[in-house]
């Protein structure tokens, strides 16, 4: 099955204590990128990658690192965690003919306290 | 200013209601308009698309985009309580252009 899959789903944390959250997809898209879900906001992008090594800013990256060593995978560190990254992250991926939109993981649940 | 703004509702309609669901954005640049859908903890799925101006029906859901006003909508056909989910919509410019969503509109169809 065609999916993304991000790990773990929920995860509650502590001030400062680095973490990561892993994506992986299976259907060999090059774009891949990261969002943030949060009340009123809507999703956001984090960062986002073209391809293996090729990775830039999107809109809300402080705090936040990523990395691209594999076409599948690309994680989200979060290297000092603050509650104000508590939120919902979904990881995203598509070709670039695939105009219309990503394939979303099922999000991963942060809390910071 | 947001450059896509969609009312976050919460909307509740009874079963067999006609939805309207809008969004207004500012970049003319846009030219590619999505719809996800989200049900209650999972991923937003890509529910309908439009490019540029126009109208496309798929079942039930009908898109429509006007460039000319900024305004895009989704219409939603005898609605059904399956359909309770919150509605986000998304545009690019195309190419390697990020996604820019509005903030989602929570629906709630009641039986």
């Known amino acids: 099955e065609a999916q993304v899959t991000q790990n773990p789903r929920y995860l509650i944390t502590v001030t400062g204590k680095k973490l990561t959250v892993t994506c992986s997809q299976n259907?060999?898209?090059?774009?891949m990128s990261w969002y943030r879900q949060d009340p009123g906001l809507g999703l956001r992008q984090i960062y986002y990658s073209m391809n293996v090594e090729v990775t830039d800013k999107g809109d809300v990256p402080e705090g936040y690192k990523v990395s691209r060593k594999e076409k599948r995978n690309f994680p989200l560190i979060l290297e000092s965690p603050s509650p104000n990254q508590t939120s919902l992250y979904f990881c995203?991926?598509?070709?670039?003919?695939?105009?219309?939109?990503?394939?979303f993981g099922s999000g991963t649940r942060l809390t910071v306290v | 200013q947001k450059e896509v703004e969609q009312d976050p509702g919460p909307l509740s309609v009874p079963e067999g209601a006609i939805v309207s669901l809008n969004c207004t954005y500012s970049?003319?640049?846009?030219?590619?308009f999505m719809w996800y859908r989200q049900y209650s903890r999972k991923g937003p799925e890509l529910l309908m698309y439009t490019y540029s101006s126009g109208n496309k029906e798929d079942g039930r859901f009908t898109a429509q985009v006007d460039k000319s006003s900024k305004y895009i909508s989704l219409f939603i056909r005898d609605s059904q309580p399956s359909d309770s989910a919150t509605y986000l919509c998304a545009m690019s410019a195309g190419g390697a252009q990020k996604l820019v969503f509005g903030q989602g509109t929570r629906l709630t169809i009641n039986p």
């Open positions: 259907m060999n898209h090059e774009y």
């Open positions: 970049n003319s640049a846009f030219q590619y």
């Open positions: 995203a991926s598509r070709n670039p003919g695939q105009l219309y939109g990503y394939t």
